[in-house]
C-alpha cells in the first residue's frame, strides 16, 4: 500500500471513529448502507446465483441455454436494435426542443417546455394506449379517417412510436441544460468572423454538445431496453429481454432461465451506465464554465423561427392529442364503433373491487414518497458534505440503482424474499414478497437515484460555510441538515417528492413481480384491462391516475412552499 492510500486510509477510520460523538449521523450511514445492502445487493447477488445454479448440469449450463435457443437471441437483437432506434429519435427531438428553445425568439417557450416533461409525469403506458386508440384496427385516424380496417400498430414501428415520444424528454432536459451553459461569446466570434448561422451551429455549437449528445443517447438507449410496460402493451410478436424475463420467471417458472436473461440484460445497462458516468460525462469540449459573460442574442429571422416554431406546434400537437384521447376514450361506449357518450366505464371501475387497486396504489405512494425524498437529500447531503468510510460505495450503489432495469429489481426480490431467514427456530425475516412493504420499498429503490442525483446537484452550488456556521454554534449534523441546508435545497427536494410520487403510481417493471390478492396495484390494473381489450376502462383508469398525479404535484408544491427559508 503506498504512503497515499495509507493516509487516506487512516484518514477514513478516524473519521468513522468520530462519528461515535454524532450519533444521529452513524445511525443514518448505517441505515443507508443496510437499505443498499437489503435492497440492491442481496437481490442482485441472488439473481447472479440463480443463474449460475442448473441442477448439476453445469455452473454456466442456463446461459448456454440462452444463447443456444434462435429465439432468445432474436430477442436480444430485437432489444439492442430497439434501444438504438429509439435513443437516435428521442435525442434528435429532444436536441430541436431544446435549441429552439434556447437558441430562438418564439412564442409558447412555456408550453414547449411543458410539453416536453409530460411524458415523464404521465403513466408509461398511456403513450402506447393513445397510439392503439389512433392507428389500431378501430383507430380514430387509422379506421376513421381512412377507412383503413387492417392497420397494425403492434410491433417494432409501433414500440419505436411510443418510447420515442415517452423518453425524448430524457434527452430534451439534458440537452437544454447544456444549450443554456455554453457562452454566447464563443459563438458571436465565429460570427463576427464571417460565419453564417448555419456554419457557427455546425462548426461551434455542434462539436460542443457532441459529450451531451452522447451522454442523452446512452441514458435513452439504458431506459428503452429496459423498458417494460410498452412492449408489453403495443409489442405484439416484437419480443423484448425484459418481457422475456417476466414470462419465464412469472409465467413458466423457469428461474434459471430468466436469472441468465436478467444478468445478460444487466450487464449491457451497467455498462453503458459505467460508460456514461466514467468516460462520456468526464469528456467536455466547453473551455467556459461558470455562469454565462452576456445574455445570448436569440435568433429572430422569420426564415429560420417561423419553420422552427411550426415543427414544435405540430409536434406539440400530436403530443397534446395523445394525451386528450385518453379521458375522451373513457367517455364513448366502445372506441372505434360506438362514440355514443357514456360514464357506464366508470360506474364500472368505482366499484368498491375495482376501485381498490387506485386506493391502495395511491396509499402506498403516499408512504414511499416522503420517505425517498427525505432519504434521497440525506444520502445526498452525506456525500456532498461529509467523509467517512464506505461514502464512495454508498454513492456508486445508489446512483447504479438508476441502470438496473425494473424487471431485474422485481425478479431479484420475488427469489431473495419469498422465504423467510433465521437463526434456527428464530425467524430474523418473514417473506415480505405480496405485502405492502416490499412494494413501498419497490417504489423507494427506484425513484431514490434521481432524488440522490438531484441532491447532490444542488448541494454542490451551495457554500458549505453556511452550513459550517451552524456547526461552529454548536448544532448537531440533524439540526444543520433540517434548519439550513433541507431549505437551501428545496427545490431539489420539491423535484424528488414530486418525482417519487409519479413514479410510484406509475411504476409497472418492477411491481408486476410482487403484486398479490390483497395489493392489486393501478398500473397492472390498466394493463390487464388493455390485454383484454376494455379501452375505455383501461382510460377511465388512466384518467383518475394522471388526476391522482396532477392533484398530489400542485399539493406538494404547495406544502414545499410553507418552507420559511428561501435559498436566496
Known amino acids: ?81 430497439l434501444g438504438v432506434t429509439t435513443a437516435t429519435i428521442s435525442v434528435v427531438v429532444g436536441f430541436i426542443f431544446a435549441y429552439v428553445t434556447t437558441y430562438m425568439k418564439i412564442r409558447m417557450k412555456k408550453i414547449f417546455d411543458f410539453i416536453a416533461i409530460l411524458p415523464i409525469i404521465s403513466p408509461p403506458f398511456v403513450v402506447a394506449l393513445s397510439a392503439i386508440l389512433l392507428f389500431g384496427r378501430v383507430g380514430l385516424i387509422t379506421r376513421g379517417l381512412f377507412g383503413i380496417r387492417d392497420a397494425e400498430i403492434y410491433g417494432f414501428h409501433g414500440l419505436v412510436l411510443v418510447q420515442s415520444l415517452s423518453f425524448f424528454p430524457i434527452a430534451y432536459m439534458m440537452l437544454v441544460a447544456l444549450l443554456q ?41 439504458i431506459q428503452s431496453i429496459a423498458d417494460f410496460a410498452n412492449p408489453v402493451v403495443i409489442g405484439g410478436n416484437f419480443t423484448t429481454v425484459a418481457v422475456k424475463i417476466y414470462q419465464e420467471g412469472i409465467g413458466n417458472y423457469q428461474f434459471g432461465t430468466a436469472t441468465a436473461l436478467a444478468m445478460i440484460l444487466l450487464s449491457i445497462s451497467l455498462s453503458i451506465f459505467v ?18 459573460s452576456r445574455h445570448r442574442d436569440l435568433i429572430s429571422q422569420k426564415s429560420i423561427t417561423v419553420p422552427a416554431t411550426v415543427i414544435l406546434v405540430i409536434f406539440t400537437f400530436f403530443v397534446i392529442m395523445m394525451y386528450i384521447l385518453i379521458p375522451i376514450g373513457s367517455f364513448v361506449k366502445l372506441w372505434g364503433v360506438n362514440y355514443t357518450p357514456t360514464l357506464e366505464h366508470y360506474k364500472y371501475i368505482f366499484k368498491p373491487k375495482l376501485f381498490q387497486p387506485v386506493i391502495t ?44 432495469p425494473g424487471t431485474i429489481i422485481g425478479l431479484g426480490y420475488v427469489i431473495s424474499y419469498n422465504k423467510s431467514y433465521g437463526i434456527g427456530n428464530f425467524t430474523l425475516i418473514p417473506p415480505i414478497t405480496g405485502t405492502g412493504f416490499i412494494i413501498i420499498m419497490a417504489f423507494i429503490i427506484r425513484s431514490l437515484p434521481v ?11 451551495i457554500d458549505p460555510s453556511i452550513e459550517e ?11 444543520v441538515f433540517t434548519s439550513v441546508t433541507i431549505p437551501m435545497i428545496k427545490n431539489a427536494f420539491l423535484n424528488g417528492l414530486i418525482f417519487t410520487f409519479a413514479r410510484s403510481m406509475t411504476l409497472v417493471s418492477t411491481v408486476i413481480f410482487l403484486i398479490s390478492a390483497r395489493y392489486k396495484l393501478l398500473t397492472t390494473s390498466i394493463m390487464a384491462q388493455i390485454d383484454v381489450g376494455r379501452m375505455g376502462v383501461a382510460s377511465a ?28
Open 181 to 221: 451553459r455554453i457562452d454566447p461569446s464563443v459563438e458571436e466570434a465565429s460570427r463576427d468572423l464571417g460565419a453564417s448561422r448555419f456554419k457557427v451551429f455546425t462548426s461551434v455549437t455542434l462539436p460542443l454538445m457532441v459529450p451531451g449528445l452522447a451522454n442523452a443517447f446512452l441514458l435513452v438507449f
Open 361 to 404: 396504489t395511491t396509499t402506498l405512494a403516499a408512504i414511499a414518497t416522503p420517505v425517498s425524498g427525505i432519504l434521497a437529500m440525506i444520502i445526498a447531503f452525506l456525500i456532498v458534505r461529509k467523509q467517512f468510510f464506505g461514502k464512495a460505495f454508498i454513492e456508486f450503489t445508489t446512483i447504479m440503482a438508476l441502470a438496473i
Open 1 to 81: 500500500m503506498s504512503d497515499t492510500k495509507r493516509l487516506k486510509f487512516r484518514s477514513s477510520m478516524k473519521t468513522l471513529w468520530n462519528l461515535k460523538n454524532d450519533p444521529a449521523l452513524l445511525f443514518v450511514i448505517l441505515f443507508t448502507l443496510a437499505l443498499v445492502f437489503f435492497f440492491i445487493l442481496i437481490p442482485l447477488y441472488n439473481i447472479i446465483m440463480e443463474s449460475l445454479d442448473s441442477g448439476g448440469r453445469g455452473i454456466l449450463q442456463n446461459y448456454k441455454d440462452v444463447f443456444s435457443r434462435h429465439g432468445n437471441m432474436k430477442i436480444l437483437i430485437n432489444t439492442i436494435i
Open 469 to 479: 456556521a451552524a456547526s461552529v454554534l454548536g448544532a448537531s449534523s440533524r439540526k
Open 541 to 568: 383508469y388512466c384518467t383518475i391516475l394522471i388526476i391522482v398525479v396532477s392533484i398530489t404535484m400542485v399539493l406538494i408544491k404547495f406544502l414545499i412552499s410553507r418552507i420559511s427559508t428561501d435559498q436566496e
Open 275 to 292: 460508460l456514461q458516468k466514467y468516460y462520456v460525462s468526464q469528456k467536455s469540449y466547453v473551455t467556459v464554465t461558470g455562469k454565462v
Open 451 to 461: 432524488g440522490v442525483r438531484s441532491g447532490i446537484t444542488s448541494l454542490q452550488q
